[in-house]
DNA sequence: CTTGACACAGAACAAGCGTTCGGGTATCAT
DNA sequence: ATGATACCCGAACGCTTGTTCTGTGTCAAG
């Protein structure tokens, strides 16, 4: 008998809210008014509109002032549902990433959002290549010296987007199964083979036949070194 | 006879009123209204506001919406003055760092901040060790391979405190008039000598004499690489 | 002393805006 | 049919807010 005409839940209408909410709060810095609202989102009355918004409130997705204009706030619980376009970026640190360790499995498309906020990295976006909208980014924490010719240290970063592909002078990170190794190196396609070059230039590639299986994990978009103790000894 | 009764350009109620801005968009997500900056800065008429507020738009602080309630949008200009306390710093490039070329001098106290946003980097602060404040960080962006035995790259940002002096096993800059150097290595004071340390476990540590010049110009805070180019070749 | 820029107060007006209320129309379970 | 529920409109009310106008006192230059 408890059955619903519609979603019951959250419906487009509000998606289109909390959408419009957080445009516009990222174009003008401030809130839009309820009249506003109701032009983008084709609600006509503006008493639709507040009737929307207190049901988001009650959701739990935004906040609001009494009698204050433009009294509305955003929640954090809005970025489950809309993707967030500050100039902040949270990273999460999926894992370590060693030479004796495979990586961690991805499934694309589904974003790990971690709900512990102490395995994440924030990152500025300005920080990235202006084309990077960051869905999917992922960090990997380099354990052990196994890294150190792509001039990657113990206990540094590694930002990286997923990908099972590249091109060629990209940094991967790759899984080789024939060494039972993970490692970051430059790639390179040719003729009849993958050319892995470490970083450093006073090293030498590595050359995987094309066929030998060699996984590619993901493209390194970024490395982060935290100084925070010194070194000992 | 060009002389003007107070300081002509910005004043304290000038600064009284970017900082509120500031502040109650922080805390509030939205600009406050014209009456809100009377009550904050002690102006009990609404024109006056309003006279302020013309006047810090045409000095370039922030942006007005003509008969929008609160249609305040602050400037990135503010940040020249203000000190945003949000989750971001924004750490100056002060320029490149390369072997033969001389560290910046840095005059202490001094804030670098730079009118040319491109020259900057900015940096999530929970990133940075707790305790450090960030307030007088800067950035080298270094050129060539020189420092490839810190296992930094051509192109990494380097984030320094400054800094005269070191502790045992701090990764600080140097400049070493006797080679006519700058590099990067973790300091260590020994008997008669000063040990620096490559990062890079494989290479050789330098020792320096004690009666030998070394300046130290800051300790590494952070070293950011940004892949955004494939590598040629 | 006069003039004029400058910093401010106060009041009044109009537009912006949130709130509320009465009414309307579907859809679905009873 | 009937009522409940969800969704929606329009209008009116009153507070909020930006704008504008008049006026006052101060201080430095002419």
């Known amino acids: 008998m408890m059955m619903v005409r519609k979603s019951k839940g959250i419906t487009e209408k509000h998606i289109k809210v909390l959408e419009f909410l957080t445009d516009y709060q990222n174009k ?9 609202i109701g032009e983008k989102v084709k609600i006509s009355s503006t008493s639709v509109v507040n009737y929307y918004l ?26 489950e549902i809309i993707q967030i376009t500050t100039d902040m970026l949270r990273v999460p640190i999926l894992g370590p990433i060693a030479a004796g360790i495979p990586l961690p499995e991805l499934q ?17 976006r300005s920080l990235l290549p202006s084309k990077e909208k ?14 150190i010719d792509a001039m990657i240290n113990d206990g540094d970063i590694v930002v990286m987007k997923p990908a099972t592909e590249a091109r060629n002078g990209e940094m991967v990170a790759v899984w080789l199964p024939r060494d ?3 490692t ?11 050319r892995l070059q470490p970083a ?3 090293m030498k590639p590595i050359f995987i036949k094309k066929t030998d299986p060699l996984e590619i994990k993901g493209k390194v978009v970024m490395v982060i070194r935290k100084m925070e103790k010194p070194l000992a000894v």
Do not use: W
Not at 28 to 36: D, K, V
Not at 141 to 147: A, H, R, T
Not at 185 to 192: A, H, S
């Open 28 to 36: 003008y810095g401030r809130p839009p008014s309820i009249r506003e």
């Open 54 to 79: 207190d049901q988001l409130e009650k959701m739990g997705y935004l906040e609001r002032d009494d009698r204050v204009s433009r009294g509305v706030r955003l929640t954090d619980k809005v970025s």
């Open 108 to 124: 694309p498309g589904v974003s790990y959002v971690t709900d512990n906020e102490a395995h994440a990295v924030d990152i500025a």
């Open 134 to 147: 960051g869905e999917n980014l992922f960090a990997l924490e380099v354990k052990g010296d196994s890294m």
């Open 180 to 182: 039972n190794e993970a």
């Open 184 to 194: 970051l190196k430059y790639f390179f396609k040719e003729k009849d083979r993958y």
């Open 200 to 202: 450093n230039p006073t």
